[in-house]
Nanobody
């Protein structure tokens, strides 16, 4: 069983920065796509950024130029660097990953438990 654990959330002033991490537990697996989603109060969950195993990235228009997604394949860890944060970035941020057991076909999609990001003065 693979578990995703987010960390790095917190309270930050507008214009500030945070770096979220998505760590994995378990062994003998490989992570393919890693994605970050967020859900703001009263809103639906939305995709923020995604990165493939080879490093191809895609971002929501609302975060382009401010957020950077990255990964460390050796550590099976994903990151989301968030700069120039705005109050509208306030949300619970979730890590999502497609995981395959080494030597087994197919993949399974996993979610983390979420980490709160609050942007406020």
């Amino acid at each position: 069983q693979v578990q995703l654990v987010e960390s790095g959330g917190g309270l930050v002033q507008p214009g500030g920065s945070l770096r979220l991490s998505c760590a994995t537990s378990g062994s003998n697996f490989r992570i393919f796509t890693i994605a970050w989603y967020r859900r703001a109060p009263g809103k639906q969950r939305e995709s923020v950024a995604v990165i493939t195993r080879v490093g191809t990235t895609n971002y929501a228009d609302s975060v382009k130029g401010r957020f950077t997604i990255s990964r460390d394949n050796a550590r099976n860890t994903g990151y989301l660097q968030m700069n120039s944060l705005k109050p509208e970035d306030t949300a619970v941020y979730y890590c999502n990953a497609d995981v395959s057991r080494i030597g087994a076909p197919g993949s399974v999609n996993y979610w983390g438990q979420g980490t709160q990001v609050t942007v406020s003065s």
